[in-house]
């Protein structure tokens, strides 16, 4: 057994929270998000955050080191985006790999020094993989609904690339997160296992959802039930939520993932609801309060933070969890899918 899910069976343990929103904090420029390297870049690259990880690696690494001095156990690197899909907005394709392993290895130096300094609070790295601006299950356009933007091939190949420069890059489990299309996420976990099987490794996994609206369901029209059973043939470290709603939103949707699955569960939700300007306004300790819920009823395993949170959050919840002992994994046994 691994020393990570030794410690799932132990203690709640915590996600960072965002990276965009600590960027932002820092008002970079056009200039400094091209530095010297792509001074003369053709397109304009203000707003690829990833990019930073090459051009501005101090303050990635500021930022990582916020978040593990907040309490977080587990640090996401910043390569959202950093498919050749995302990437073409800029014409970066070709960088794909670097941004991943780069990205990847400020995350996993950082991590490897506050192990050090306290090895009895061992720190992780996840390899952020996030959905792509792509969808392989809907049409873009409402007057051909037959229509897809991108393939499931091409989609397995972007998430391939980036997975590699991960790995290469040092971290410890890959994070399929804000999977708001089932069939995106299925391209990265089928790239995933080919890659595992060719390396012979086998690196953790974790999968997390994200519930766009009331209704409960995906931006794919999947319940959170569906959801869980559409990617249950993947072995995973974890299946959770985050992004879109607020702690207090995630409940239910959290209680049916809790019900009807024996692996671990993680959330890591916006700090609130965004506000009429976009901004999220929810402060560390209201985001908190409204997380206890999960904790009182013993719903999950891993918890941090997205859009709008920042290492007060992330030491909001580190003061909170402690008092609570994680889900039960292994129970409940799958239920699987009922027929009426």
Same mark, same amino acid.
């Given at each position: ?101 780069? @990205? ?103 999968? @997390? ?10 931006? @794919? ?120």
């Amino acid at each position: 057994m691994s020393r990570l899910t030794e410690l799932l069976k132990e203690r709640i343990l915590l996600l960072d929270g965002a990276m965009g929103t600590m960027l932002q904090r820092y008002k970079f420029s056009e200039e400094d998000f091209r530095g010297e390297r792509f001074r003369d870049w053709p397109q304009p690259l203000q707003g690829n955050n990833d990019l930073l990880s090459l051009t501005q690696p101090r303050a990635i690494a500021e930022i990582h080191r916020k978040y593990l001095e907040a309490g977080a156990d587990i640090l996401e690197t910043n390569t959202f985006s950093s498919t050749r899909i995302g990437m073409a907005d800029y014409g970066m394709e070709e960088l794909v790999y670097e941004l991943n392993y780069e @990205s990847a290895r400020i995350a996993s130096g950082i991590a490897r020094e506050f192990t050090a300094r306290e090895p009895d609070k061992p720190r992780f790295v996840a390899g952020s993989i996030g959905p792509t601006n792509r969808t392989a299950s809907m049409s873009p356009d409402v007057n051909d609904p037959g229509f897809r933007a991108i393939s499931f091939e091409e989609l397995r190949l972007a998430y391939r690339e980036q997975v590699e420069g991960l790995l290469d890059g040092g971290v410890d489990m890959l994070l399929v997160e804000t999977v708001f299309d089932t069939l995106n996420a299925k391209a990265a976990l089928f790239a995933i296992e080919e890659l595992k099987e060719e390396r012979q490794l086998d690196i953790p996994v974790m999968v @997390s959802g994200t519930i766009t609206d009331a209704s409960g369901r995906t931006l @794919s029209g999947q319940t959170a039930e569906a959801f869980l059973i559409s990617v249950s043939h993947i072995p995973m470290l974890s299946v959770g939520f985050n992004c879109a709603l607020g702690a207090k939103q995630l409940t239910p949707h959290l209680e049916v993932l809790s019900s009807k699955t024996a692996t671990a569960i993680s959330a890591h939700p916006n700090a609130g609801l965004p506000n009429a300007f976009g901004k999220y306004d929810q402060s560390p300790e209201e985001m908190a309060s409204e997380m206890k819920e999960y904790l009182e009823k013993g719903l999950v395993n891993i918890v941090g933070g997205c859009c709008g949170t920042t290492p007060e959050h992330i030491k909001a919840m580190a003061s909170l969890i402690k008092e609570y002992q994680p889900r039960k994994i292994g129970q409940p046994e799958p239920t699987g899918i009922h027929h009426a």
